[in-house]
């Protein structure tokens, strides 16, 4: 602007160097620089005052575009403290307390949440419990091994057939625990269906508000287990969740990601070691802060606390934060827009005045002040 108004307009050689200095001043870029970082330092830093910790700022920009939440069901949605409500003993000779103390002893080689309620269950019965000789998990199905010369296996439906035990028809009560949301494993001994326990877990608190909450945010919400689905539908009816997906083995559940993934960026909220490998598949994993350490090493986001109020904080903050970020953006691109012809003398071709540059640096500063202090905005979020 400076040499087009010596060299064209026939202004004084000072006159122009001042155009050339105040476009030069007022074209500086620090608050388009500031406008994207500050908010995503002063959004994630909110953040963890409020129990989300974001590992990084493209985990906030990638939550914004969310359109499917994910939960895992086991120490997500529910408590992960799952009990006994029931036994049943289908043996012909054996007792009860020599069936359930068998099933403890294997049970206790096991970190599975449903093994830990089976052992606490045949202690409170005093059974004796005894060292196991041989265990094995079978993922997505139950466990098996040898107790005192015995085998054991205990497990699901899906485990019998695998064993090729038949559930007798007479057998039906189960399918009523199921429908209340209750897990049912069946206890073989010597290849001879022994008993079963049905299991219940009960959900987090307030995790139906939190689920309409997702939904009032236009997100969908699937729930993701291993579970029968009987149980499963119980369990999503009860937090108000219309989309399951049932009896996903450890290993599917990355590929049932990838399924959702078709339909939107996805959110994928878990606890557990089986849910690491979701977690690193999702667009944006949110990982329990009371679940493994691997899973929270896989999570984009990690919730301090198990409160799936949390979830709906992380995914309000993205948005909030990006929507900071637009307001900056285009504050700072409006100011250049305006400043720079103002400073480049487009006023002054109709006889108006000349920006001074010292009044085009006070306003530069001004934009930069402005972009921060909006950004300090997002100080005052809540979720």
Not at 28 to 57: D, E
Not at 293 to 306: F, K, N, Q, R
Request: glycine share 10%; hydrophobic share 45%; charged share 20%.
């Amino acid at each position: 602007p400076g040499l087009s108004w010596y060299f064209i307009g026939g202004v004084e050689f000072s006159m122009a160097w001042r155009f050339f200095i105040a476009v030069l001043v007022i074209a500086c870029p620090c608050a388009m620089g500031l406008a994207t970082p500050t908010s995503i330092m002063v959004g994630t830093g909110r953040g963890a005052q409020l129990g989300v910790l974001v590992k990084n700022g493209e985990a906030l920009q990638t939550a914004e575009k969310t359109s499917v939440v994910v939960f895992d069901k086991t120490g997500t949605l529910t408590r992960g403290e799952p009990q006994v409500h029931a036994f049943k003993n289908y043996h012909r000779s054996l007792p009860d307390e020599e069936i359930l103390g068998l099933a403890a002893s294997l049970e206790q080689s096991s970190e599975h949440p449903l093994a830990e309620a089976i052992v606490n269950y045949a202690k409170e019965r005093t059974c004796s419990l005894r060292d196991s000789n041989s265990f094995s998990l079978l993922e997505g199905a139950g466990v098996k091994g040898e107790v005192e010369g015995r085998n054991i296996v205990i497990g699901n439906e899906r485990l019998l057939t695998q064993q090729n035990i038949d559930l007798p028809e007479s057998i039906s009560g189960t399918e009523n625990e199921e429908h209340t949301g209750r897990t049912v494993l069946y206890i073989v001994i010597d290849s001879e269906l022994a008993g079963s326990v049905s299991i219940s877990d009960t959900l987090k608190d307030n995790a139906s508000e939190n689920v309409q909450r997702l939904k009032n945010l236009g997100l969908k919400v699937v729930m993701l287990t291993g579970d029968h689905p009987d149980t499963a539908r119980a369990i999503a009816r009860q937090a108000g969740i219309d989309h399951v997906i049932a009896r996903v083995l450890p290993e599917e559940k990355q590929k049932r990601i990838i399924d959702l993934q078709n339909e939107g960026m996805v959110a994928m909220v878990g606890d557990g070691i089986n849910d690491a490998p979701a977690l690193a598949q999702a667009d944006v994993g949110i990982a329990m802060g009371s679940g493994t350490e691997i899973a929270m090493e896989s999570g984009d986001i990690v919730l301090m606390s198990g409160n799936l109020a949390g979830v709906v904080t992380a995914l309000s903050l993205s948005r909030a934060v990006m929507k900071n970020i637009r307001q900056n953006l285009f504050w700072a691109f409006g100011y250049n827009v305006i400043g720079i012809p103002i400073a480049a003398g487009l006023l002054y071709i109709f006889g108006g005045p000349t920006l001074s540059p010292m009044l085009a640096g006070a306003a530069m500063a001004l934009s930069s002040v402005s972009v921060v202090t909006n950004a300090l905005r997002l100080r005052l979020f809540n979720g």
